[in-house]
């Protein structure tokens, strides 16, 4: 067999939306931007939504609309990919980098401690599309002691009057908290439609607000459609409507609209998402805890307790007493017989950028568990039952032949942390 990671999900939906597109002859940010908007504000609950053509530019764009700035500190987690630390950078701040829990997810306990007065946002990610503790998260912004510390320096900072809270939600798309969108728990979730994500627009992401009464919502969002706009007060789409020649730039704003030949093809998954990918997704999910439960070695990811409930988004498999190099074994072993396989993710600092920058992963040991026992395996709608067996056994019998073979080891190697 050969089994890809994470295909995209194209079917004839999609094909016909992006044809349709083509043949309005109207390709960049218009009709299908503001269709798939709707969709994932109705999807979200969220008071907001504005697409925007990546992740990585939507959370600059929102870091630089609450005025983040030099000398300012976000507090980011150590498990993520680098981007949820590189847009604080690219405003000049400081990514306080803290470690995780168990369950992926940023430890409330390291952002307190590492709350300063010049903290100005938190960003939680929701690693494999398991919501973090937003319920946590809201109480600390909001202790006396903590809002005391808050020093608003810009009219945004000045209207919150706290904490901005953003959920890198880049995998969660359809998670929910207590049965409501997970999105809701936080001020600004930011999605990503990344090829590899739930719903993709091949490159893409979408910021939802749901932002205290303070804000007015409707003006924020003309406001953020003009800041992915360069600043202009009316898009290409409005003037190609005889709307007018004339237009004019308020601000220095950024270039990140989503073009409407991408959202297009969003805009035909997401009518299939909650009656249909999503729970795919799920059902693959248990599937392979179902296939994995009798193996002593397996740890089930966080997916559906606590009145939280994942959007299935990575298989983040865990295995006990497992060293980096057992796992890093088990990978070769299973690509080897053909599933394609990950890790998510490596931690931040792991990377070279980061170390060069000063983290040191020894400060992490959470992360660096997590990280050296995980295998991220294949969770997408068009996986067959035969490809899920077969990539159930393959993992049984590489995991099996890998933890028979240095049984002792294993052991003494696990929570050793390289520092
Ligand atoms: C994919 C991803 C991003 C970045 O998304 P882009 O749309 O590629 O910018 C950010 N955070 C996490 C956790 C991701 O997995």
């Not at 608003?152 to 359809?174: C, P, T, V």
């Not at 190609?240 to 601000?251: I, N, P, Q």
């Not at 990280?371 to 899920?388: D, K, M």
Request: with cysteine.
């Amino acid at each position: 067999m050969n089994i890809a990671f994470a295909p995209p999900y194209i079917d004839q939906s999609v094909i016909d939306e992006v044809v349709s597109t083509l043949n309005s002859k109207w390709i960049t940010t218009g009709p299908k931007v503001i269709a798939l908007e709707n969709e994932v504000k109705k999807l979200t609950s969220s008071d907001a939504a504005i697409c925007v053509n990546s992740w990585t530019s939507g959370a600059i764009l929102m870091l630089k609309w609450f005025g983040i700035k030099a000398g300012d500190e976000v507090i980011v987690p150590a498990y993520t990919y680098c981007a949820t630390a590189l847009c604080v950078l690219h405003c000049g701040a400081t990514p306080v980098i803290v470690d995780v829990n168990d369950d992926f997810c940023i430890s409330s306990k390291a952002v307190l401690k590492a709350i300063t007065p010049k903290t100005k946002a938190i960003i939680a990610v929701d690693i494999a599309g398991w919501p973090c503790d937003y319920e946590k998260l809201n109480n600390i912004i909001r202790m006396p002691e903590i809002n005391s510390l808050f020093n608003a320096e810009s009219n945004k900072q000045r209207a919150l009057g706290r904490i901005l809270l953003i959920a890198d939600a880049a995998h969660s798309l359809g998670a929910t908290i207590n049965g409501l969108a997970a999105a809701k728990q936080s001020d600004i979730a930011i999605f990503s439609f990344h090829a590899v994500k739930n719903i993709t627009t091949a490159e893409g992401g979408c910021i939802c607000l749901n932002l205290p009464p303070a804000f007015d919502t409707y003006e924020e969002y003309q406001y953020l459609k003009m800041y992915t706009l360069n600043g202009q007060n009316k898009d290409a789409f409005a003037k190609s409507r005889g709307a007018g020649w004339k237009y004019d730039v308020l601000f220095q704003g950024l270039k990140v609209n989503m073009p409407d030949i991408c959202a297009a093809i969003g805009l035909a998954q997401i009518k299939k998402y909650e009656c249909a990918l999503l729970p795919v997704r799920k059902l693959i999910a248990l599937k392979y805890c179902k296939g994995f439960k009798k193996m002593n070695w397996f740890m089930a990811p966080p997916l559906l307790k606590d009145n939280r409930e994942s959007s299935y988004h990575i298989f983040a498999l865990r295995i006990k007493n497992l060293s980096e190099f057992q796992r890093d074994q088990i990978i070769e072993d299973v690509v080897s017989k053909g599933v394609a396989v990950n890790v998510h993710f490596i931690p931040l600092p792991m990377l070279t950028f980061f170390k060069s920058l000063g983290y040191k992963i020894s400060d992490y040991p959470s992360s660096y568990l997590q990280f050296s026992r995980e295998i991220s395996l294949p969770i997408y709608p068009q996986l067959t039952n035969a490809e899920l067996d077969f990539i159930i056994e393959t993992v049984i019998g590489s995991v099996n032949a890998v933890m028979g073979y240095v049984k002792s080891e294993a052991i003494a190697l696990d929570y050793k942390v390289e520092a």
